[in-house]
């Protein structure tokens, strides 16, 4: 079965550089979910888009941007990288909407950042 | 606030015996529960589900999880480890959202299992 696709999956940057991360969901659901995840720490909700719309916003810094596009897929900007930033960044999908709050979040393998 | 709480870091369990990792919630209202399951550099996996009806709850790989409403509780079973179940678990609650969207998660802080031969 297809899963959430990330790209890339290993990315280093430099300080006050910017970083584009990329998110593919399953076909056809239609939600997806940035998570940042540091080292030995649980998953904090970045932000979430709902039919290309932004749903739900977390902890996402002013810093870092994001979008749904017309084809679903989703993409984390980040500028300004700070060494804080480093981490595993998840995006996970789902089918939105009213009747779909007991959907579990399909995720991805993660893109992990390094930021040096 | 909405919480999730793990109050163990690790859980030590030799083959072959029952093991429990342990979850407790806060949450207004009836709270949407799930459990994870994380492998070293991989995406978090779906294991089970709790949303309404029968308080046990079965999901992938064996593993089962018992909703306690009373002790706002959501801790995940599995009557026989195996070496292959050692990984990061994470159990996460979905607060009710009367919105037009889902909401995110809120994941607790993760209990590493680890089972011994």
């Known amino acids: 079965a297809a899963g959430v696709i990330q790209s890339p999956r290993h990315l280093i940057k430099e300080k006050r550089e910017t970083a584009t991360l990329k998110c593919y969901p399953i076909?056809?659901?239609?939600?997806v979910y940035w998570y940042q995840q540091g080292p030995g720490q649980d998953p904090q909700f970045l932000i979430s888009?709902?039919?290309?719309?932004?749903?739900d916003k977390g902890s996402i810094p002013d810093r870092f941007s994001a979008q749904q596009f017309s084809d679903y897929h989703s993409e984390l900007n980040m500028s300004s990288l700070e060494l804080g930033d480093s981490a595993l960044y998840f995006c996970a999908s789902s089918v939105g909407g009213r009747s779909s709050y007991n959907s579990p979040l399909h995720f991805g393998n993660g893109t992990r950042l390094t930021v040096t | 606030a909405q919480s999730v709480a793990q109050p163990e870091d690790q859980v030590n369990v030799a083959e072959g015996n029952p093991l429990t990792v342990k979850c407790t919630y806060s949450?207004?209202?009836?709270?949407?529960l799930f459990w994870y399951v994380q492998y070293p550099n991989r995406g978090l996996q779906f294991l089970l589900k709790?949303?309404?009806?029968?308080?046990l709850v079965k999901g992938s790989y064996g593993f089962e999880a018992e909703f306690n409403k009373s002790q706002t509780s959501f801790h995940l079973k599995k009557p026989s480890a195996l070496v292959s179940d050692s990984a990061l678990y994470f159990c996460?609650?979905?607060?009710?959202?009367?919105?037009?969207?889902?909401?995110?998660?809120?994941f607790g802080k993760g209990t590493k299992l680890s089972v011994k031969p």
């Open positions: 709790y949303i309404t009806g029968d308080n």
């Open positions: 076909p056809r659901h239609d939600t």
């Open positions: 996460a609650v979905r607060p009710p959202n009367y919105g037009g969207s889902q909401g995110n998660l809120i």
């Open positions: 949450v207004s209202g009836n709270p949407y």
């Open positions: 888009f709902y039919e290309k719309m932004q749903s």
